[in-house]
């Protein structure tokens, strides 16, 4: 009869390639599995890179990024593992955020690689069901290509990911039993975990004031359009009967920052005045206490902050974080709201 290698078998296996990627629902043991696996192989002499993919419920990194943790010696839980690399998705679900997502990912397995590590571990999210689920792995797979993809499961359920896998030279595929979980955590008790996680984060912050005239507001793209002169601002919140707080033109693209969002009558009238161009309407609430990526030069993520307020006509932004203003030279606003106290 066969049976399903061991946890042992798959060490043996990961000690002979550089990338794997692992993949398996949320209770089937993952993080348990990654954090036995990193330690056996430093165990083993290696120095061994972690990246971790679970935006909701990541360990390495706060909650909205994908984050890479350096191990060298053998840890206890993967948090301890030292953070050195983030990519800010700004959501804690993929769902509407595939494309950052992967791309997030492959740039901190880039990033493993290009610090010299011996192996790098990729660990995913549970979410393998649905079109999504398959898209959002099979995405990973391809673009990360590692050498050895390890899938946990107990009935098949990853199968429609590792299908077409199955026949090529590469990755190879070790199929492996889930180890022992406890009680599956509930959505409050999810909710509950980000909202530790980023108060623990957060501690310690800071209120700055950012002159996006110097820091680059990349997400949403403000600031790099000509401004609509004062009679033009005026006739169009004459003609919406809404006050306009920004509005500036870039080609064929008119966007408009708004109090509260304008509602398809008004969206009508705006393009009605400006037959050519597409408006494009942000509000208030698309800025206020939202997760902010704080990011260097190199576009390289910092660390994260909290939208205070913005002043629109001053070109001021307040968040509240623990990133060295100095080094802050691009900001990318999410979609995920967290309160400070």
């Known amino acids: 009869m066969m049976t399903d290698p061991s946890w ?3 060490v043996k296996r990961a000690a002979a390639v ?3 990627l692992i993949i398996g629902e949320t209770d089937t043991g993952k993080t348990s599995f990654t954090t036995f696996l990193a330690n056996s192989l430093v165990e083993g ?11 909701g419920q ?3 990194g706060p909650p909205t990024t994908v984050g890479l943790g350096l191990v060298a010696q053998t840890i206890d839980r993967l948090g301890e593992a030292e953070v050195v690399g983030l990519y800010f998705v700004g959501s804690t679900s993929p769902q ?3 494309l950052p997502t992967v791309i997030g990912t492959k740039k901190m397995t880039e990033k493993a690689l290009t610090l010299g590590v011996d192996r790098v571990l990729v660990d995913t999210s549970g979410l393998i069901q649905g079109e999504l689920g398959r898209t959002l792995k099979q995405h990973k797979i391809d673009l990360i290509d590692p050498d050895l993809l390890l899938c946990l499961q107990r009935g098949g359920e990853s199968e429609h990911i590792l299908r077409p896998y199955g026949h090529g030279r590469r990755p190879e595929i070790l199929r492996l039993a889930p180890g022992p979980t406890g009680r599956r955590r509930s959505q409050e008790e999810r909710r509950q975990h980000r909202e530790r996680t980023l108060q623990a984060y957060f501690h310690g912050a800071r209120t700055l004031h950012l002159d996006l005239s110097k820091v680059i507001l990349t997400h949403p793209s403000l600031y790099v359009g000509q401004p609509l002169p004062p009679r033009q601002l005026d006739e169009i919140s004459g003609i919406m009967d809404d006050m306009i707080l920004w509005a500036e033109r870039r080609g064929g693209e008119l966007t408009l920052v708004t109090p509260d969002p304008l509602r398809e009558a008004q969206l009508r009238q705006a393009q009605k005045r400006f037959d050519d161009a597409s408006v494009v309407n942000y509000c208030l609430d698309d ?9 260097d030069a190199e576009r390289e993520t910092l660390g994260l902050g909290v939208v205070r307020s913005i002043d629109f006509a001053k070109q001021i932004l307040v968040v509240e974080t623990t990133v060295a203003e100095s080094a802050i030279a691009s900001v990318k606003i999410g979609r995920q709201k967290y309160r400070l106290a």
């Open 18 to 20: 550089r990338v794997m």
């Open 58 to 60: 990541s360990d390495i």
């Open 8 to 10: 042992d078998d798959a």
């Open 96 to 98: 509407g955020h595939l």
């Open 45 to 55: 002499g290696l120095k061994v890179g972690v990246v971790d993919a679970d935006l």
């Open 287 to 295: 800025f206020q206490e939202a997760l902010a990526g704080l990011e």
